[in-house]
Nanobody, 123 residues
Framework: QVQLVESGGGLVQAGGSLRLSCVASGRTFTNNYALGWFRQAPGKERELVATTSGGAVTTNYGYFVKGRFTISRDDAKNTAYLQMNDLNPDDTAVYYC???????????????WGHGTQVTVSS
């Protein structure tokens, strides 16, 4: 079992920055788990924001990132980060952290999720 807790969301002005954190815990969690960030705004489908594979050998970003976001992980702390720069109001959403082993990711299935953290960007 894996538990994920996000933090770092908040209200920022357009052009500002936030760093989200996702702390993973649980007896089965290892650095072989992929970690990802997703977001969902009201009335919209969930979107992939960024993912990092076990060992951080591979990263993937949503099309809207456009170089503004960076995902990283600190395996010593079982933590993933999402550094978000140059935020705009379209980035407003609940951001969720997710974890999965590689076979699940290959099937586009992320079995473990946090409760989300709200990011609101004002104009």
């Amino acid at each position: 079992q894996v538990q994920l807790v996000e933090s770092g969301g908040g209200l920022v002005q357009a052009g500002g920055s936030l760093r989200l954190s996702c702390v993973a815990s649980g007896r089965t969690f290892t650095n072989n788990y992929a970690l990802g960030w997703f977001r969902q705004a009201p009335g919209k489908e969930r979107e992939l924001v960024a993912t990092t594979s076990g060992g951080a050998v591979t990263t993937n970003y949503g099309y809207f990132v456009k170089g503004r976001f960076t995902i990283s992980r600190d395996d010593a702390k079982n933590t993933a980060y999402l550094q978000m720069n140059d935020l705009n109001p379209d980035d407003t959403a609940v951001y969720y952290c997710a974890a999965a082993l590689a076979p699940y990711v290959q099937h586009q299935h992320w079995p473990y999720w946090g409760h989300g953290t709200q990011v609101t960007v004002s104009s």
